[in-house]
């Protein structure tokens, strides 16, 4: 059973950049064929999808949010990263990570994290 867990900072100050992690356990980041995303949901809204790194390493990001995502990850630590940076108010809500179906890039997902609140105020 793939399990995911999100961490990082649950309170951040505008204009810094948020970083968090998701942990997985249960099946490695390199599976072939297989991508992992970053979700968020704000309060009252839905669901949005803010970028994928694949089992290659390759990343995409959503167009709204390019400019100020960055996602990694550490093979040793089956762990990837968001960085999202110079986050507003805005940019509060509940995050995200998810395994993808496999062969599909972004859009379905079959794992997730139990979800972890970023709330951005001074």
Do not use: H
Not at 14 to 32: H, R
Not at 86 to 109: F, K, L, Q
Request: glycine letters at 10%; proline letters at 5%; aromatic letters at 10%.
């Amino acid at each position: 059973q793939v399990q995911l867990q999100e961490s990082g900072p649950g309170l951040v100050k505008p204009s810094q950049t948020l970083s968090l992690t998701c942990t997985v356990s249960g099946g490695s980041i390199t599976t072939s064929y297989v991508a992992w995303s970053w979700i968020r949901q704000p309060p009252g809204k839905g669901l949005e999808w803010m970028g994928v790194i694949a089992y290659d390493g390759s990343t995409s990001s959503s167009p709204s949010l390019k400019s100020r995502t960055s996602i990694s990850r550490d093979t040793s630590k089956n762990q990837f990263t968001l960085q999202l940076s110079s986050v507003t108010p805005e940019d509060t809500a509940v995050y995200y990570c998810a395994r993808g179906i496999r062969g599909t890039y972004y859009g379905s997902y079959n794992y997730w994290g139990q979800g972890t609140q970023v709330t951005v105020s001074s």
